[in-house]
């Protein structure tokens, strides 16, 4: 049963980032800083115009305080 669930990215995963981001004062190049990363990626994330790798959704998490990937069976 376990072995057969996985995460999967939240539906809404840029809005839970722009709102993490805006609620800790952070502007996108303060956050991309933080997770040395670069300003232009992180818009496009929050836009959804990508999905972030695991790399980077790790470091958005850790930083944000924030989940972005639930589990599905």
């Known amino acids: 049963m376990f072995d057969q669930m996985t995460d999967e990215l ?4 840029g809005k839970v980032i722009r709102r ?3 609620a800790s004062g952070m502007s ?3 956050l991309a800083l933080k ?3 670069k300003a232009s990626l992180l818009k496009k994330i929050e836009r ?3 999905i972030p790798e695991d790399k980077v959704r ?3 998490e850790r930083t944000l ?3 972005l990937t ?3 069976e």
């Open 65 to 67: 305080g924030i989940t």
């Open 20 to 22: 993490a981001r805006e």
């Open 28 to 30: 996108h190049e303060e």
């Open 58 to 60: 790790r470091k958005l």
């Open 70 to 72: 639930e589990e599905f």
């Open 35 to 37: 997770i040395r990363e």
């Open 48 to 50: 959804e115009a990508i």
């Open 10 to 13: 939240v539906d809404d995963y």
